[in-house]
Nanobody, 126 residues
Framework: VQLVESGGESVQAGGSLRLSCAVH????????LTWFRQAPGKEREAVAT????????LYADSVKGRFTISEDTMKNTVSLQMNSLKPLDRGIYYC?????????????????????WGQGTQVTVS
């Protein structure tokens, strides 16, 4: 299983970015695909999740109304559209995948819930 994130860049506050996570070797249908981020010196935090094929998304309060997570099951990819970026949004963004089963949605925000992770993509907001 391999998750590959892309799209991280350096942008000015108020700008937008679109991150993508391509999943290889693991069918995303019926799985939770979640974006986490980690700023320097801080713990990894859950940002947004989608239950692929289930029309269900959840967001951290800090990004509601600004970020949108979406799926493309044909491409086995999940994207994160980030608008109105703030300096506090900076960090390494990671994609994680797991079959949470009955633990959905309660377990979505815990990093320990996920077996599969990407290498991360850097987002800088100044």
């Amino acid at each position: 299983v391999q998750l590959v994130e892309s799209g991280g860049e350096s942008v000015q506050a108020g700008g937008s970015l679109r991150l993508s996570c391509a999943v290889h070797g693991y069918a995303v249908l019926g799985k939770a695909l979640t974006w986490f981020r980690q700023a320097p010196g801080k713990e990894r935090e859950a940002v947004a999740t989608i239950y692929v094929g289930g029309d269900s998304t959840l967001y951290a309060d800090s990004v509601k109304g600004r970020f949108t997570i979406s799926e493309d099951t044909m491409k086995n990819t999940v994207s994160l559209q980030m608008n109105s970026l703030k300096p506090l949004d900076r960090g390494i963004y990671y994609c994680a995948a797991e079959d949470l089963g009955s633990r959905w949605p309660e377990a979505w925000k815990y990093a320990s819930s996920y077996r599969y992770w990407g290498q991360g993509t850097q987002v800088t907001v100044s």
